[in-house]
């Protein structure tokens, strides 16, 4: 069982940016492709971004291409997500997944944190 833990929502101005962290209870998170996933209040959760297992390949929406980065440090147990220029839009909990198989899907994923929360005011 892996435990993942997220950190660094908060409350930012439009425009502005945050750093999302996921820490992972195991040595084999260095195994796992990564994701983050977003719920906004009345939506379905939505793919964000996603990263292979050695970082070397990653995947984004096209609705935070260009303003979201997803790093991980394998050595840490953790993986990153970066936001800039952030938009009223994208105000919601932001999750962290992890699995092998991980992709843009969430039903790739068999681990997932519990969430936190970013707000983006305009």
């Known amino acids: 069982q892996v435990q993942l833990v997220e950190s660094g929502g908060g409350l930012v101005q439009a425009g502005g940016s945050l750093r999302l962290s996921c820490a992972a209870s195991?040595?084999?998170?260095?195994?796992?492709?990564m994701g983050w996933f977003r719920q906004a209040p009345g939506k379905e959760r939505e793919f964000v971004a996603a990263?292979?297992?050695?970082?070397?390949?990653?995947y984004y929406a096209d609705s935070v291409k260009g303003r979201f980065t997803i790093s991980r440090d394998n050595a840490k147990n953790t993986v990153y997500l970066q936001m800039n220029s952030l938009k009223p839009e994208d105000t919601a909990l932001y999750y962290c997944?992890?699995?092998?198989?991980?992709?843009?899907?969430?039903?790739?994923?068999?681990?997932w944190g519990q969430g936190t929360q970013v707000t983006v005011s305009s």
């Open positions: 990263i292979s297992w050695s970082g070397g390949s990653t």
């Open positions: 997944a992890g699995d092998y198989r991980g992709g843009v899907d969430s039903y790739e994923y068999d681990y």
């Open positions: 195991k040595r084999t998170f260095s195994r796992y492709r």
